[in-house]
Protein backbone atom coordinates (compact mmCIF):
# COMPACT_ATOMS: atom_id res chain seq x y z
CA UNK A 1 0.00 0.00 0.00
CA UNK A 2 1.50 3.43 -0.96
CA UNK A 3 1.29 5.95 2.32
CA UNK A 4 2.08 9.86 2.57
CA UNK A 5 5.11 10.88 4.61
CA UNK A 6 3.98 11.53 7.59
CA UNK A 7 4.91 8.66 9.97
CA UNK A 8 7.81 8.16 8.15
CA UNK A 9 9.39 11.39 8.60
CA UNK A 10 8.26 12.31 12.62
CA UNK A 11 9.56 8.61 13.41
CA UNK A 12 12.75 10.06 11.50
CA UNK A 13 12.47 13.27 13.27
CA UNK A 14 12.91 11.61 16.52
CA UNK A 15 15.26 9.07 15.31
CA UNK A 16 17.81 11.53 14.17
CA UNK A 17 18.11 9.78 11.07
CA UNK A 18 17.02 10.50 7.28
CA UNK A 19 14.46 8.96 4.79
CA UNK A 20 15.64 9.11 1.35
CA UNK A 21 13.50 10.57 -1.57
CA UNK A 22 15.13 9.03 -4.81
CA UNK A 23 13.89 10.86 -8.10
CA UNK A 24 12.00 7.96 -10.73
CA UNK A 25 12.23 7.51 -14.47
CA UNK A 26 10.78 5.05 -15.44
CA UNK A 27 9.67 1.42 -14.25
CA UNK A 28 13.41 -0.59 -14.11
CA UNK A 29 14.64 2.50 -11.61
CA UNK A 30 11.70 1.96 -9.37
CA UNK A 31 12.42 -1.44 -9.23
CA UNK A 32 15.83 -1.12 -8.87
CA UNK A 33 15.21 1.33 -5.67
CA UNK A 34 11.82 -0.95 -4.15
CA UNK A 35 14.13 -3.97 -4.38
CA UNK A 36 16.96 -2.64 -2.69
CA UNK A 37 15.39 -0.48 0.24
CA UNK A 38 13.12 -3.91 0.42
CA UNK A 39 16.42 -5.97 0.94
CA UNK A 40 17.49 -3.20 3.28
CA UNK A 41 13.99 -2.86 5.14
CA UNK A 42 14.07 0.72 5.15
CA UNK A 43 10.81 3.83 4.04
CA UNK A 44 11.50 5.27 1.01
CA UNK A 45 9.87 8.08 -0.98
CA UNK A 46 10.14 8.02 -4.82
CA UNK A 47 9.49 11.53 -6.50
CA UNK A 48 8.14 11.89 -9.44
CA UNK A 49 8.63 15.40 -11.39
CA UNK A 50 6.52 16.70 -13.66
CA UNK A 51 8.80 16.05 -16.84
CA UNK A 52 9.05 12.73 -15.50
CA UNK A 53 5.42 12.22 -15.45
CA UNK A 54 5.36 13.32 -18.74
CA UNK A 55 8.30 11.21 -19.86
CA UNK A 56 6.03 8.08 -18.26
CA UNK A 57 2.65 8.86 -19.79
CA UNK A 58 0.89 10.49 -17.25
CA UNK A 59 0.66 10.63 -13.08
CA UNK A 60 -1.41 7.30 -13.21
CA UNK A 61 1.22 5.61 -14.77
CA UNK A 62 3.77 5.48 -11.81
CA UNK A 63 0.46 4.80 -9.49
CA UNK A 64 -0.16 2.13 -11.51
CA UNK A 65 3.61 0.03 -12.03
CA UNK A 66 4.30 0.98 -8.39
CA UNK A 67 1.24 -0.48 -6.80
CA UNK A 68 2.15 -3.41 -9.05
CA UNK A 69 5.18 -3.97 -8.14
CA UNK A 70 4.59 -3.60 -4.18
CA UNK A 71 1.57 -6.79 -5.05
CA UNK A 72 4.15 -8.76 -7.38
CA UNK A 73 7.40 -8.45 -5.28
CA UNK A 74 5.54 -8.55 -2.10
CA UNK A 75 6.97 -5.51 -0.50
CA UNK A 76 6.46 -4.27 3.09
CA UNK A 77 8.36 -1.54 3.45
CA UNK A 78 6.51 2.12 4.01
CA UNK A 79 6.57 3.41 0.19
CA UNK A 80 5.89 7.33 -0.71
CA UNK A 81 4.95 8.04 -4.03
CA UNK A 82 5.42 11.90 -4.01
CA UNK A 83 5.21 14.55 -6.78
CA UNK A 84 8.92 16.39 -7.10
CA UNK A 85 8.77 19.91 -7.69
CA UNK A 86 5.10 20.51 -8.77
CA UNK A 87 2.94 23.43 -10.07
CA UNK A 88 -0.76 23.54 -7.98
CA UNK A 89 -2.34 22.22 -11.06
CA UNK A 90 0.10 19.55 -11.51
CA UNK A 91 -0.38 18.60 -7.48
CA UNK A 92 -4.16 18.29 -8.00
CA UNK A 93 -3.68 16.12 -11.13
CA UNK A 94 -1.21 13.85 -9.14
CA UNK A 95 -3.70 13.83 -6.46
CA UNK A 96 -6.46 12.62 -8.68
CA UNK A 97 -4.61 9.79 -9.82
CA UNK A 98 -3.61 8.31 -7.02
CA UNK A 99 -0.75 10.13 -5.46
CA UNK A 100 -0.11 10.02 -1.69
CA UNK A 101 2.11 12.46 -1.37
CA UNK A 102 3.08 16.32 -3.00
CA UNK A 103 5.92 19.11 -3.19
CA UNK A 104 4.23 22.27 -4.28
CA UNK A 105 7.20 24.68 -5.85
CA UNK A 106 5.95 28.12 -6.28
CA UNK A 107 8.92 29.18 -4.89
CA UNK A 108 9.70 31.32 -7.86
CA UNK A 109 6.89 34.03 -6.59
CA UNK A 110 6.77 36.45 -4.07
CA UNK A 111 6.35 35.33 -0.87
CA UNK A 112 2.73 36.13 -0.10
CA UNK A 113 2.06 34.27 -3.56
CA UNK A 114 3.58 31.41 -2.76
CA UNK A 115 2.00 31.21 0.40
CA UNK A 116 -1.16 31.46 -0.87
CA UNK A 117 -0.95 28.96 -3.60
CA UNK A 118 0.90 26.38 -1.08
CA UNK A 119 -2.10 27.09 1.44
CA UNK A 120 -4.76 26.53 -1.41
CA UNK A 121 -3.17 23.29 -1.80
CA UNK A 122 -2.61 22.14 1.71
CA UNK A 123 -6.47 22.58 2.32
CA UNK A 124 -7.32 20.65 -0.65
CA UNK A 125 -4.72 17.85 -0.25
CA UNK A 126 -5.20 16.93 3.46
CA UNK A 127 -8.77 16.40 2.67
CA UNK A 128 -7.54 13.03 0.59
CA UNK A 129 -5.00 12.69 3.51
CA UNK A 130 -2.06 13.65 1.20
CA UNK A 131 1.01 14.98 2.99
CA UNK A 132 2.42 18.24 1.47
CA UNK A 133 6.05 19.52 0.87
CA UNK A 134 7.15 23.09 0.58
CA UNK A 135 9.75 25.19 -1.14
CA UNK A 136 10.53 28.61 0.21
CA UNK A 137 13.91 30.48 -1.13
CA UNK A 138 14.48 29.29 -4.51
CA UNK A 139 16.29 25.90 -5.29
CA UNK A 140 17.43 25.71 -8.70
CA UNK A 141 19.94 23.89 -10.93
CA UNK A 142 23.84 24.52 -9.71
CA UNK A 143 24.62 26.34 -13.22
CA UNK A 144 21.37 29.02 -12.28
CA UNK A 145 22.54 30.29 -9.17
CA UNK A 146 21.67 30.55 -5.17
CA UNK A 147 18.69 32.17 -3.86
CA UNK A 148 18.54 30.95 0.01
CA UNK A 149 16.03 32.18 2.30
CA UNK A 150 15.64 33.40 5.56
CA UNK A 151 14.38 32.29 9.01
CA UNK A 152 11.75 35.05 9.07
CA UNK A 153 10.49 34.00 5.33
CA UNK A 154 10.30 30.28 6.62
CA UNK A 155 8.61 30.88 9.91
CA UNK A 156 5.89 32.92 7.94
CA UNK A 157 5.39 30.70 4.95
CA UNK A 158 4.72 27.83 7.75
CA UNK A 159 2.75 29.60 9.93
CA UNK A 160 0.61 30.65 7.19
CA UNK A 161 0.60 27.48 5.30
CA UNK A 162 1.29 24.25 7.64
CA UNK A 163 2.73 22.55 5.19
CA UNK A 164 3.53 18.42 6.36
CA UNK A 165 7.36 19.14 5.68
CA UNK A 166 9.41 22.62 4.74
CA UNK A 167 11.93 22.38 2.01
CA UNK A 168 14.45 25.69 2.67
CA UNK A 169 17.30 26.74 0.39
CA UNK A 170 19.93 26.88 2.02
CA UNK A 171 22.91 27.26 -0.43
CA UNK A 172 21.99 23.83 -2.22
CA UNK A 173 20.99 23.21 -5.44
CA UNK A 174 19.98 20.82 -7.96
CA UNK A 175 22.66 18.36 -10.34
CA UNK A 176 26.19 18.28 -10.12
CA UNK A 177 28.04 20.57 -7.74
CA UNK A 178 31.35 22.42 -9.65
CA UNK A 179 32.54 23.57 -6.27
CA UNK A 180 31.61 22.75 -3.09
CA UNK A 181 28.08 24.40 -1.85
CA UNK A 182 28.08 26.59 1.22
CA UNK A 183 25.25 25.65 3.34
CA UNK A 184 23.14 27.35 6.22
CA UNK A 185 23.62 25.08 8.89
CA UNK A 186 22.83 27.44 11.48
CA UNK A 187 18.88 27.86 9.72
CA UNK A 188 18.13 24.24 9.62
CA UNK A 189 19.30 24.07 13.22
CA UNK A 190 16.85 26.96 14.37
CA UNK A 191 14.28 25.72 12.15
CA UNK A 192 14.19 22.66 13.97
CA UNK A 193 14.28 24.01 17.39
CA UNK A 194 11.28 26.58 16.60
CA UNK A 195 9.02 24.41 14.34
CA UNK A 196 8.04 21.07 14.69
CA UNK A 197 8.07 19.49 10.98
CA UNK A 198 10.23 17.82 9.43
CA UNK A 199 12.94 19.72 7.29
CA UNK A 200 13.85 18.34 3.80
CA UNK A 201 17.27 19.04 1.86
CA UNK A 202 17.16 19.08 -1.83
CA UNK A 203 19.98 18.70 -4.57
CA UNK A 204 21.81 16.62 -1.98
CA UNK A 205 23.90 14.32 -4.60
CA UNK A 206 27.26 15.32 -4.16
CA UNK A 207 27.12 16.95 -0.79
CA UNK A 208 29.80 15.29 1.26
CA UNK A 209 28.34 12.51 4.17
CA UNK A 210 30.28 14.39 6.57
CA UNK A 211 27.96 17.40 5.88
CA UNK A 212 24.49 15.04 5.37
CA UNK A 213 24.91 13.60 8.72
CA UNK A 214 25.73 17.34 10.13
CA UNK A 215 22.83 18.10 8.43
CA UNK A 216 20.37 15.14 9.77
CA UNK A 217 21.93 15.68 13.16
CA UNK A 218 20.47 19.59 12.84
CA UNK A 219 17.43 18.55 11.61
CA UNK A 220 17.09 17.57 8.34
CA UNK A 221 14.75 14.76 8.23
CA UNK A 222 13.81 13.76 4.64
CA UNK A 223 17.07 14.09 1.61
CA UNK A 224 16.32 14.12 -2.22
CA UNK A 225 19.01 12.54 -4.53
CA UNK A 226 18.21 11.81 -8.04
CA UNK A 227 21.40 12.89 -9.98
CA UNK A 228 23.76 10.31 -7.64
CA UNK A 229 21.44 7.59 -8.81
CA UNK A 230 21.58 9.14 -12.72
CA UNK A 231 25.81 8.84 -12.42
CA UNK A 232 25.83 5.76 -11.56
CA UNK A 233 23.25 4.09 -13.85
CA UNK A 234 25.35 5.48 -16.43
CA UNK A 235 28.42 4.56 -15.31
CA UNK A 236 27.62 0.66 -14.94
CA UNK A 237 25.98 1.19 -18.58
CA UNK A 238 28.45 2.62 -20.33
CA UNK A 239 30.95 0.47 -19.03
CA UNK A 240 28.84 -2.46 -20.38
CA UNK A 241 28.38 -1.17 -24.19
CA UNK A 242 31.68 -0.45 -24.62
CA UNK A 243 32.76 -3.99 -23.89
CA UNK A 244 29.37 -6.20 -25.18
CA UNK A 245 28.73 -4.25 -28.14
CA UNK A 246 26.71 -7.29 -29.80
CA UNK A 247 24.15 -6.85 -27.16
CA UNK A 248 20.51 -5.45 -28.11
CA UNK A 249 18.55 -7.08 -25.45
CA UNK A 250 17.43 -3.53 -23.84
CA UNK A 251 16.83 -5.65 -20.29
CA UNK A 252 20.13 -6.41 -20.58
CA UNK A 253 21.29 -2.85 -21.13
CA UNK A 254 18.90 -1.11 -18.86
CA UNK A 255 19.30 -3.40 -15.81
CA UNK A 256 23.48 -3.12 -16.92
CA UNK A 257 23.50 -0.08 -14.61
CA UNK A 258 21.24 -1.76 -11.56
CA UNK A 259 24.04 -3.23 -9.54
CA UNK A 260 25.72 0.61 -9.51
CA UNK A 261 22.12 2.29 -8.70
CA UNK A 262 21.85 -0.31 -5.61
CA UNK A 263 25.05 -0.19 -4.24
CA UNK A 264 24.95 3.92 -4.06
CA UNK A 265 21.24 3.70 -2.75
CA UNK A 266 22.98 1.19 0.42
CA UNK A 267 25.75 3.77 0.41
CA UNK A 268 23.34 6.94 0.87
CA UNK A 269 21.05 4.84 3.06
CA UNK A 270 24.31 3.85 5.26
CA UNK A 271 24.72 7.72 5.77
CA UNK A 272 21.17 8.79 6.21
CA UNK A 273 21.11 5.96 9.00
CA UNK A 274 17.92 5.51 8.00
CA UNK A 275 16.56 2.99 10.76
CA UNK A 276 14.97 0.03 9.52
CA UNK A 277 11.13 -0.99 10.24
CA UNK A 278 10.19 -4.19 11.48
O1 LIG B 1 14.10 17.32 -6.24
C1 LIG B 1 15.06 16.59 -6.53
C2 LIG B 1 16.26 16.62 -5.76
O2 LIG B 1 16.43 17.82 -5.13
C3 LIG B 1 17.45 15.98 -6.41
O3 LIG B 1 18.58 16.80 -6.55
O4 LIG B 1 19.64 15.75 -8.55
O5 LIG B 1 20.92 17.23 -7.08
O6 LIG B 1 20.25 14.99 -6.28
P1 LIG B 1 19.92 16.15 -7.14
ZN1 LIG C 1 14.67 19.30 -5.68
Redesign the pocket.
Known sequence: MLTNFNDMLQLARKNHCAIP?F?INNLEFTKFILEKCQELNVPVIL?V?INAAQYMGGWSVPVAFTKALIRELNLTIPICLHV??GTKEECLKAITAGFTSV?IDSSSLSLQDNIQITKELVNYAHQYNVSVEGEIGE?KE?YKGNFPTNLNECLKYYEETKVDAL?PAIG??????HKNPTLNFNLIEELSVRINIPLV??????ISSENLKKLIKLGITKI???????LAWNNGLREFIKTNKDVYDPRQIISSGKQNVQEKIAELIETFETKSVT
Open positions: HNGSDHMICANAHGIYLHGASGNINTDLL
